[in-house]
Each structure stands twice: as structure tokens, then as C-alpha cells.
């Protein structure tokens, strides 16, 4: 398993406690936004694991925050929005999904929102790049049909996360989802093989893992 | 031939000379004139592939990233240098070779040496420190090195310290992205393996579509040069590679159902016929190091034909294509190429040797593209179930081939 996100330290202390846990973890610290992270990440995580049979697409940003009206979003942000939710994984998903057509086998899972589907105001820069990022996936699927290459969305709702407290600081924190449930969900649906390529799923409708 | 200087608008939009070393049917065998060279030649592009192979060929090609291999430092003392790798790292050792002062708009052999530095010289790239553990036979500037980091921190150092191997011959710098294939897989080469470098996936697939299958190997594509007298002399150095169980279960299949099996680069062809040369002429998987030197006169156990970049004469690339053409073609190829105006190296156009391909090339033109894509896939799927099948261990040491070579 080699994870990426952008801070050295905490992503380290990530992947010890995996390690400490019995799992084989690296970390990669990068930008998915930056131009030419795709193929550096793409290159090391092959260094150190092997060709790669599974990419998670997870890294996303909210854009400004406090979220705020399109009318009052700066054409930067939402320029921002779209390199780090739905370019990056672009970028990464090509640099990754050529290897795995030439396998057989490979899944690409793009992690969505609700945010993807239902119009919520303020959440305009996000729910675009989401819906981009659904859009990009089921066109990948239909592209690499009959290649023994998935490409899967999962909506993992509403989690308890840093990210959702920056999006919605009052929001009741008790009805909130523990992002590890919702991950070894994901596992799960990912083990069993199912569902067809070109699927989306949500977290919530998947059966709970003990 | 000139250098092409920068990337083609379309990654296989490059053009592609076919060279049918064996003609057309009814061509005249004791007709060794220039004459009936030149009919084997064709001039195309790569996006043609699919029509130049047919349903139960196997296409080969190498699925190694391009590693930043150029790291640009210092010696103790302060002087500039770069080493650059010569291969991936054996353990905890990556061999290299050292170059003098410069940039990448120098070329290579014009660089100055680098000072004269012995074992245990330390070196500084940026934050990243090594240590020459040893000192090669060829060339004191060959050198083993051993970093001061290891695992995650020593791959993330040598990304962000490493650059690929850059080309004075181009208008720009190259940066990672652009040498790497559509499939690459584990960095293993310290140069671009540049005859996948035009496959596009539209190419691949719609040559899947007509039943063409294929395989992957990884070889670690060596240096084309170091500037350095005594190594360039000995070029390509021994490379290592790694062939999986599934592409010896392809190949051995293909070749046993009258298939043609089709290298992509001289790397493949490398990798193939060294494996194949170093178990009695018969093709088994796992890794495995060659130093074998293919040139006319060798006879090539396992590959048919091979899809190469445009190479002068002479060279090391061109005498390998020259086993599978003889050298008069080869040579008429090289003067219709450059009479054409092809361009050369790593971005350049392309070279298709294929014995057969002047037959399929005759048909899309008189006959169009009507091929019953179905009985391709027909015939697919039948090898790949039959090649499952056709797999047994190898003898000794943890090897593997196809029961079906001795057979």
C-alpha cells in the first residue's frame, strides 16, 4: 500500500501505524495538483510495491472556505478545485490505468460526494469538480470495456472529518459517519469483486464490516 | 538522419518505414538486386499497425518506466558533476556512471570528466548524500553508489533530486511525463525504451480488436552513451529483465499456431532471445541478466519481426535489426529513410521489420479493411484459453516455462 497526500509528517505517522499493524505501507508526499506529480508517483509507488492493481483516487479540496456563493467564488478557486479533484486524478489515472489494460486487471476507484448530484448552494466549486470526477469515471469505463480494467465512484457520505468540519463547523458530529467504517466498506466492495465497471456506489448502501 | 527535436503533435503520428525482409509471394528468391529491396520498403505511419499484423500475432513490448536516472551534484571538493544510473539499483547499490560539468544542451561526449574521485568518495545531490562503494573495470567514472537513505525517503529523494536523461539534440528539456510508453509500468530503464514510445492506446486496442494479442516484459533499457571512450565502446552493457509466465505462455502459444511474434524494440528482442540463448534455445520466465549482442548473422530463436525507432548506420540497434533483414536491406531502408526525411532518436519515426507485412500491406489497398473482426476475436480467445493450459513448471530453480516448447 504506498499512500500520497501532501504533508511528509502526518502521512508518515499514517503509514507506521499501518506498518505497526502488520501492513506493508509506504508514503509518497505530493501535490495531485502539481503538473508533473502524476508520473513521479506513479514511478515510486512502482518502485517500492510492484505494479499497482488498484488506484484510490481520495485526495480532494472544498475550494475557498467558508464555502461560499458562486457569485463570490474567484474564478482562481474554482480553477483550484478542478486541478486537485478531478485533473489530478486525470493525471494520476493515466499515469497508473496503461499498465493495468497491459495486465488484464486493475481497478481505479474516484472517491465522490452528494455534492456530485444534488445542486447544495455554496458548495459550487466542489460540486462541480465531483460531478466532472463522475462524469470522467463512467467515460473511462465505457473506454475500457473488455480490458479487465474497472473504474468505480463511491460516495462515501457524510464522515466525520476534517474536511466536513471546515465545510460545516456545527455540524451534529453524532450523525456523522467514522471514516474508518466507511473505508473498510470500500475494502470490502473492492474484495468482492462486484459491482461492473462504470458503477457508482454509495458507502451508506453497502453492508456494514464488522 | 536528423534528430527529431521535439515531440510529434500525435504520439503515433510518427511515420513508419515497413520492411518485409521475406517480399510478396511470387517475388523471385534468386533476385538479390537493390531493385527488389526497394519493393520491400513502405512508407507509412504507426497509426497503419493494425493493418501490417494479423490475428495471431503477438506484439511484445517492454513496460518499463523511464527512472529520473540524471542526478545532477557535487563532488566533497564542490566540483559539479552528474552521475547518471546506469540501471536500477542491485540491492542497496545503483550503478552509475560519472560526467564533468554541463547541462543538457552539451552533448555527452563533449562534456569534460569528472574529477578523478576513488572509493569511498562522497557525493551530494541537493540533500540526498552518497558513496562510491566501488569503481568499475571498464572506466574509472564507473561507479557503484550507495545513498544515505533507504526505502520511501530514497525514492522520494531520487524524484524530486533525479531528471530523465536529457538530449542535446532537442529544443527543449524533456521532463518525466514525457518518456514514459501508455503502459509503463515499474521504473526499471534509465532511458526511454522509445520504440513503445509511438503505441498509442487507440493503436493497441484497435489491434486487439483484430486478434492481435499482447505481452509485456520489463527490461532495464540501458544508456545510449556515457562520453566515456571505454563504456561506449561496450555498449549496451549487460541489462537486466524480467519476463512473466504470461508472456512465455503467449509466445510459446503464438509461435505454435503459425503466429508472428513482434517485438517492440531492440530491448524485447534483447530480453527474449537472451533468455531464450541462456536456456538451451528455450524461452523461460523470471528475471535474468543478458549481455547477449545481436547483429547479422545471429539467428533469432524466438522473434519474427520487431517495431523499432530509425537508427544510422552504424550502430548497435541497426546491426540487431540487420539479423532480421540482412544488411543490403537494412542498409537500402536506412537510404529510403533518409531520403525520405525521417527523423531519428528517441522522438523520431519508426521501423517496422516484418516478414509477411508486404502481403497485408498489398491487401489494405486493393482489398480495403474488411476483415471479419469476429473470426479474429474467434481466434483469441481460443489461444488464450489453450495458452492456460499449456503451462508447466520449469526444471530448477523456481523457473517456469511452457510444457508446450518441448512437446
Known sequence: MVLVARHAGPLAE???????AGGDAHAIAADVADLDAAAAIAGQAAALVGPLDILINNASTLGPQPLRLLLDTDCEDLSRALAVNLVGPFRLTKAVAGSMVLRGAGTVVNVSSDAAVEAYPRWGAYGASKAALDHLGRIW?????????????????????????????????????????????????????APASGARVAAAALPEVA | MRPARTYPDRRDGVRLLV?????AAGDDASDVSEARDDARLHDTTVAALPRLLRAGDLLVVNDAATLPASLPGHDAAGHPIEARLLGPPEGALF???????????????????????AAGAPLAFGDLGAVIVDVGPLSPRQVRLRFDRAGDALWSALYRQGRPVQYSHLAHPLPLWAVQTVFAARPFAVEMPSAGRPLSWEILLALRRRGVRWAALTHAAGLSATGDGAIDAALPLPERYDIPLATVAAVSETRRRGGRVVAVGTTVVRALEGA???????????????ALRIGPGHRPLIVDGVLSGTHDLPSSHAALLAAFTGPALLGRAVSRAEALAYTTHELGDAMLVLPGAQVAWINSIFCGDSQDAVNYQHVADALSQTAAAAVHPCPGAGRAQLGGAHV
Do not use: K, Y
Not at chain 1, 499514517?14 to 505497526?20: E, M, N, P, W
Not at chain 1, 464522515?159 to 456545527?170: C, G, K, W
Not at chain 2, 554541463?102 to 562534456?111: A, H, K, L
Open chain 2, 276 to 290: 531464450a540463448a541462456a536456456h538451451g534455445g528455450v524461452l523461460c520466465a523470471g528475471a535474468g541478466v543478458t
Open chain 1, 141 to 193: 469505463a465505457a473506454e475500457l470495456e473488455g480490458t479487465g480494467v474497472r473504474v468505480l465512484t463511491v460516495d462515501p457520505g457524510e464522515m466525520d472529518t476534517r474536511m466536513h468540519a471546515d465545510a460545516v463547523p456545527d455540524a451534529d458530529r453524532t450523525l456523522l459517519a467514522d471514516p474508518a467504517r466507511v473505508a473498510a466498506r470500500i475494502v470490502a466492495l473492492l474484495a468482492s469483486g
Open chain 2, 19 to 23: 520492411i518485409d525482409p521475406r517480399g
Open chain 2, 95 to 117: 550503478p552509475a556512471v560519472l560526467l564533468g560539468a554541463g547541462d543538457w544542451r552539451q552533448r555527452t561526449e563533449d562534456r569534460p570528466p569528472p574529477p578523478a574521485l
Open chain 1, 14 to 20: 499514517t503509514a507506521a501505524s499501518i506498518r505497526a
